[in-house]
């Protein structure tokens, strides 16, 4: 069972530079959601998605696309790359949203290391 | 100010210590709460949801107060293989809010 995967595992770019961070799940998970941790900062939700074809920004959005086209895979678009985009970049889904009253675990993938000069 | 705030720590404890972390949220309307592990260079895992009436998994219990949107994990007779970074959440209207981490290392 792969769970959550992600690619690349590292990456460098250019300032300037456009990529896509893919995730896919294996587990038929309606929610899934784009992190970015940085140091003293703590994980920051990027952008979110409760279903295929339904995508929302979260609390760091800018710089940043997604798009939810099957249950499966949640791509992340970096459409210009700046140095302040280095950071390790986590993909997680979930049966649901981890609302109230359930367990409802994220499952995270193992990240993404990018770094932009 | 973020919405969920840990103490960063370091927290260094010898094995067999009791250690406890305590975390604030700023949003009044979340809901769950949940206490997540991470380990050097790994992604978060699940340690445990907090239930308002707090709850006990083993060695660790996890403890919520609504009126003073606190929460607080307590690990017992700690283990060598407790040492990790543990991470607080918070749920807002439909995300996850994180708090930057504790670090805790349990020394021989």
């Known amino acids: 069972n792969a769970g959550v995967t992600q690619t690349p595992k590292f990456q460098v770019l250019k300032t300037g530079q456009s990529m896509t961070l893919q995730c896919a799940q294996d587990m038929n998970h309606e929610y899934m959601s784009w992190y970015r941790q940085d140091p003293g900062m703590g994980l920051r939700l990027i952008h979110y998605s409760v279903g295929a074809g339904i995508t929302d920004q979260g609390e760091v959005p800018n710089g940043y696309n997604v798009s939810r086209s099957t249950t499966e895979d949640f791509p992340l678009r970096l459409l210009s790359a700046a140095p302040s985009q280095t950071s390790v970049y986590f993909c997680?889904?979930?049966?649901?949203?981890?609302?109230?009253?359930?367990?409802?675990?994220?499952?995270f993938g193992p990240g993404t290391r990018l770094t932009v000069t | 100010r973020k919405e969920v705030e840990q103490d960063p720590g370091p927290f260094n404890v010898p094995e067999g210590a009791t250690v406890a972390f305590n975390c604030t949220y700023s949003n009044s309307a979340s809901q769950s709460f949940f206490w997540y592990r991470q380990d050097c260079r790994k992604e978060p895992k699940l340690l445990m949801s907090v239930y308002s009436s707090g709850n006990e998994d083993g060695r660790f219990t996890a403890q919520l107060n609504r009126a003073s949107q606190y929460i607080s994990l307590l690990i017992r007779d700690s283990k060598l293989s407790d040492s990790a970074t543990y991470l607080c959440v918070a749920t807002g209207n439909n995300d996850m809010r994180f708090g930057a981490g504790t670090r805790l290392t349990v020394k021989p």
């Open positions: 997680a889904s979930s049966y649901s949203f981890p609302g109230p009253g359930g367990t409802r675990e994220q499952y």
